[in-house]
């Protein structure tokens, strides 16, 4: 017959399996609060990122609307210029509107972009 004899596993060794076991699910549980911490971080700068990007593509699509709009504007008065000399005058006020409002949106955009691009930096988010 073979019989398993009975071995008794010592109270220490016991012991030390559940504190050892206690260390690693501590260890393991502040990995993963970690793992989860950086995660939402990601998370929150790529949504800072897509939301910063959207704000600056959305600036910029309302001045390419508004200079289109002043294209239109300008060709419409061309139109209905009476002789060269108006022709002329509503060429030189379209060239200096748009050279002001060109320098206008390159600041304002410029600005943005600075701005995002300062706030993305590691240790702002």
């Not at 022709?87 to 943005?112: C, H, N, P, V």
Request: charged share 25%.
């Amino acid at each position: 017959m073979n019989t398993i004899p009975s071995m008794e596993i010592p109270t220490q060794l016991r012991e030390m399996a559940e504190k050892n076991i206690e260390q690693t699910r501590s260890a393991y549980n502040q990995f993963l609060n970690m793992a989860r911490q950086a995660q939402d971080l990601v998370t929150r700068s790529q949504g800072d990122v897509m939301r910063n990007a959207l704000d600056v593509q959305s600036k910029a699509m309302r001045y390419a609307e508004a200079n289109i709009d002043a294209g239109f504007k300008f060709a419409t008065e061309l139109a209905h210029a009476r002789d060269l000399k108006e022709y002329a005058e509503i060429q030189a006020r379209y060239a200096q509107a748009q050279a002001q409002s060109f320098t206008q949106q390159a600041q304002d955009l410029g600005k943005m972009v600075a701005d995002v691009a300062q706030r993305m930096q590691p240790g702002k988010l």
